[in-house]
């Protein structure tokens, strides 16, 4: 089956660099999709093909994909930026798989 | 803009189905999309469920495949759950998402609020 890797944990200081990783086969042939999820709340969308921001998404976050690794970067990382951070993407063996990757705790502090 | 929210029981006794159900506002279900069901027990990750299209073509995870039906009833503007067989192992929030689908990529956008659901005794 297919999967998505991603580091459990990330910690910057405010004002800091954030990258976050996530890696897959797949990644390669399909996009990257970015969420963050704050504690009791639902994901919300944040980078979609790769690199492209959703409306009312700040511009401090940016995405990137090269080989099978995809990065989510947080320049000048603040504290309402601290949440879980999923990565997203589809199998690319034709079989519509949905696949999340394992989550990674960003902290601010 | 288009809004989701999950509807049904909060507690289900093991060995039975779960049902529940998305109610979509702001959009019609039978003008397009996929529309899918994700799942987060407590504590963890999330899980893809399954998706539906407004003709009623479904895609199911194949580790949940044997248990999950999905329907859509379009009159209502709703689609549904079943997980049949539940144990505590399927304890979780559960999500409805429109399956937002282009060329042959797809992402959830946006989501609904969540409806946690116990399985227990």
């Known amino acids: 089956s297919y999967e998505l890797t991603q580091p459990p944990s990330v910690s910057v200081s405010p004002g800091q660099t954030a990258r976050i990783t996530c890696s897959g086969d797949a990644l390669p042939k399909k996009y990257a999709y970015w969420y963050q999820q704050k504690s009791g709340q639902a994901p919300v969308l944040v980078i979609y093909?790769?690199?492209k921001r959703p409306s009312g998404i700040p511009e401090r976050f940016s995405g990137s994909s090269s080989g099978t690794m995809a990065t989510l970067t947080i320049s000048g990382a603040q504290v309402e930026d601290e949440a879980d951070y999923y990565c997203y993407s589809t199998d690319s063996s034709g079989n519509h798989r949905r696949v999340f990757g394992g989550g990674t705790k960003l902290t601010v502090l | 803009q288009v809004q989701l929210q999950e509807s049904g029981p909060g507690l289900v006794k093991p060995s039975e189905t779960l049902s529940l159900t998305c109610t979509v506002s702001?959009?019609?279900?039978?003008?397009?999309?996929?529309w899918g069901w994700i799942r987060q027990p407590p504590g963890k990750g999330l899980e893809w469920i399954g998706s539906?299209?407004?003709?009623?073509?479904?895609y199911y995870n194949p580790s949940l495949k044997s248990r999950v039906t999905i329907s859509v009833d379009t009159s209502k503007n709703q689609f549904s759950l079943k997980l049949s067989s539940v144990t505590a192992a399927d304890t979780a929030v559960y999500y409805c998402?429109?399956?937002?689908?282009?060329?042959?990529?797809?992402?959830?956008?946006?989501w609904g609020q969540g409806t946690l659901v116990t399985v227990s005794s």
């Open positions: 539906i299209y407004h003709s009623g073509s479904t």
């Open positions: 998402a429109r399956d937002y689908h282009y060329s042959d990529e797809n992402w959830f956008d946006p």
């Open positions: 093909e790769d690199s």
């Open positions: 702001g959009y019609s279900i039978s003008s397009g999309y996929y």
